[in-house]
């Protein structure tokens, strides 16, 4: 009977201390859909050949070539496609609305972009913004293209 309760007690107590990580959310942004052409991810100055099922991160900037395009689907459902020759960096991805922490934020260095809004702009759409070097664009849930030359 100890022995039952000592277990008990354990596991019970393990959500408690697992809280912190339970709460931190996915450990990516999101991740790769498809990949056309030549398509990189630079990740801490390394650059990283893209291919589907990769996961994307906080500061990845994603590069095409000439004949590169790339889908994108994030955690938040939001859906970016990036055509030829083009730099896109992810400034800022925190989806956790249970907790009511959100931030997306994205600036194109240049190129086209398509981009198709997901829950961050339904819930908090003051938080999303996509920057380009002549202007920032905030969103309300929608969908929108973007050229930067």
Request: glycine residues 8%.
């Amino acid at each position: 009977m100890r022995y039952f309760l000592v277990v008990f007690f354990a596991v019970s107590l393990v959500p408690v201390f697992n809280l912190p990580c339970m709460a931190a959310g996915p450990d990516h942004a999101g991740v790769v859909k498809s990949v056309v052409g030549d398509v990189a991810i630079l990740r801490n100055g390394t650059p990283i050949k893209a291919a589907a099922h990769m996961k994307l991160l906080k500061g990845d900037q994603i590069r095409t070539g000439s004949n590169g395009k790339v889908g994108m689907i994030f955690e938040d459902d939001t859906v970016i496609s990036v055509g030829p020759d083009s730099r896109v960096v992810i400034e800022d991805f925190l989806f956790q609305p249970s907790e009511k922490r959100l931030s997306f934020i994205t600036r194109i260095i240049q190129g086209t972009v398509s981009y198709l809004s997901g829950q961050i702009a339904k819930l908090a759409p003051n938080l999303v913004r996509i920057e380009t070097p002549q202007a920032t664009v905030g969103l309300r849930g929608t969908h929108v293209l973007i050229k930067v030359d």
